[in-house]
C-alpha cells in the first residue's frame, strides 16, 4: 500500500522568510494529493491539492509542486505571517479495489513563524 | 450548512466502559470517513463508507471497535471496553464522489479513557 513520508517535522521561521515542507509518495499510481492545516485544537482543513496532470499550482502565498518521476511534491508558502502557524499534513491517494482514492497521510509538519 | 457534526466533543471515560461517538455527515456527501489522531500515530484512517455501506475497515485496530451508518446522515463509531490507549482526538470527515475531492472534517471528539 501507500507510504507517505514528511520532512521535517518541525520548521521554525521569521516572519517574511518562506516555509518548504516536502513529502514523498510510494505508490506510483496516486494521482492525488493535497495539502490540509491544522491549527491547534481545530480540524484540518484543505489549503490547496494538486492532481498528477501538472506539475505546479498557486495560491495567492501558498505553492505545491510535484515531481511525479521523483515521487515527491512539496508546499512552499512565501511572505509567511504569524497565523500560518500550524500543524501542516500532506497526503496521497491510492487507488483501492472499490474504486475509491482513500488519503493516506504524512506525519505532519509543525510550522511555527515567529513575528 | 453547518459542515460535518460530531457529538460528543469531549468523553471522559472510565477505561472498560463503552463509548460511542456520532457523526453526521454534510448532506449530499456520500462518503464519511473515520479517522483517530494521536501524537504518536499521527491521522490514521479507521473506516470509510460509501453510500452507508462500509467499504474498508483494515485500520480499525481491534474488534473492540466497531462502525455503523444506518443511514445517510448519521454514523456511528463505539469502543468496547474502552482502553486508555484508545485516547486520542477522533474526527468524522465526509466527502462527495469519487477520489480526488475534498474532505471535510468535522470539529472532532475528544476521548480521554482513564
Known amino acids: 500500500g501507500e507510504n507517505v513520508e514528511q520532512h521535517p517535522s518541525t520548521l521554525s521561521v521569521q516572519e517574511g522568510d518562506s516555509a518548504v515542507i516536502k513529502c514523498t509518495y510510494s505508490?506510483?499510481?496516486?494521482?492525488?494529493f493535497p495539502w490540509y492545516k491544522q491549527e491547534l485544537g481545530k480540524r484540518p482543513q484543505l489549503i490547496i491539492d494538486i492532481r498528477s496532470n501538472v506539475g505546479e499550482k498557486k495560491d495567492q502565498r501558498i505553492a505545491v509542486t510535484l515531481n511525479k518521476t521523483a515521487k515527491h511534491f512539496s508546499l512552499h508558502i512565501t511572505e509567511t505571517q504569524p497565523e500560518d502557524s500550524a500543524v501542516y499534513f500532506c497526503a496521497a491517494s491510492s487507488l483501492f479495489s472499490g474504486g475509491y482514492n482513500k488519503l493516506i497521510f504524512g506525519a505532519g509538519t509543525r510550522l511555527a513563524v515567529h513575528p | 450548512d453547518a459542515g460535518v457534526i460530531q457529538s460528543p466533543r469531549h468523553e471522559v471515560t472510565e477505561m472498560g466502559q463503552e463509548v460511542t461517538l456520532r457523526c453526521k455527515p454534510i448532506s449530499g456527501h456520500d462518503y464519511l470517513f473515520w479517522y483517530r489522531q494521536t501524537m504518536m500515530r499521527g491521522l490514521e484512517l479507521l473506516i470509510y463508507?460509501?453510500?452507508?455501506?462500509?467499504?474498508?475497515d483494515s485500520g480499525m485496530p481491534e474488534d473492540r471497535f466497531s462502525a455503523k451508518m444506518p443511514n445517510a446522515s448519521f454514523s456511528t463509531l463505539k469502543i468496547q471496553p474502552s482502553e486508555p490507549r484508545d485516547s486520542a482526538v477522533y474526527f468524522c470527515a465526509s466527502s462527495r464522489g469519487q477520489g480526488g475531492n475534498e474532505q471535510f472534517f468535522g470539529p472532532g471528539t475528544r476521548l480521554t479513557v482513564l
Open positions: 463508507f460509501n453510500n452507508n455501506v462500509p467499504i474498508d
Open positions: 505508490d506510483s499510481a496516486s494521482n492525488y
